[in-house]
């Protein structure tokens, strides 16, 4: 199947009010210029170097996701246009954020990387030092980034009932949350090509789908 049939399969079997996040890493920007032609405006990439190559390769009209774990000397080079940054995992990094957004004129929208998969080797927030950052002073001075919602990854695993449970998590996370923020709170991205409808169906409100719209990632 195309790039586009593939699209148009995945949008059909989401509701409407799930954003389709497009992950072309190691994609060329051939093959994201195909999905644009098919309507596709939002993009995730993973690595800031390629996200600043496809982004002066492509049309302007794109939103681009940053959704890998990003290090703080790399956040000046993309603050200046990125869309969301979904993988905020440390005080640091959102303190950077807030900075360069200042800079540039912009307030930039983020979403917090909380961690529950088994795995120790993913990135993300412990969901309790998470809680006592965000009642610190250091954080409620942060005046240029907007808190837009959660981003979470399950367990990578062919139990279901562990990726289940992994997404309720994320969902209850976020739903705790939401009251400390505003009506602009409204995000949780959860759900990859193998689990997004699962993910869905805990909640999810954007999904990030790479190898079932591009096909397999050749690293
Ligand atoms: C690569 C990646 C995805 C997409 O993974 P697929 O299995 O190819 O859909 C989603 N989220 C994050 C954070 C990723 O790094």
Request: glycine share 6%.
């Amino acid at each position: 199947m195309s790039v586009q049939e593939n699209i148009s399969a995945i949008r059909a079997t989401l509701p409407p009010h799930v954003t389709l996040v497009a992950v072309s890493k190691f994609h060329a920007a051939e093959s994201i210029r195909q999905a644009y032609d098919a309507g596709q405006r939002v993009f995730g990439e993973s690595r800031v170097q390629e996200l600043l190559a496809k982004y002066a390769a492509l049309p302007t009209d794109i939103e681009w996701h940053m959704i890998g774990h990003l290090q703080t000397n790399k956040v000046r080079a993309i603050a200046p246009f990125v869309a969301l940054v979904q993988s905020v995992d440390s005080a640091r990094l959102v303190e950077c954020i807030d900075r360069e957004a200042a800079r540039c004129g912009r307030v930039i929208d983020c979403l917090l990387e909380i961690h529950v998969a088994q795995e120790q080797t993913k990135s993300g927030w412990a969901y309790d030092e998470l809680c006592d950052y965000l009642h610190s002073e250091a954080f409620a001075a942060l005046k240029n980034v907007r808190i837009r919602g959660v981003m979470g990854m399950a367990t990578n695993t062919d139990d279901r009932s562990q990726i289940r449970a992994d997404f309720e998590r994320l969902a209850h996370y976020y739903h705790t949350l939401a009251p400390m923020f505003g009506e602009w709170f409204d995000t949780l991205s959860m759900g990859m090509s193998d689990d997004y409808p699962l993910a869905v169906e805990c909640g999810s409100t954007m999904v990030r789908v790479g190898s079932s719209i591009f096909g397999a990632r050749e690293y």
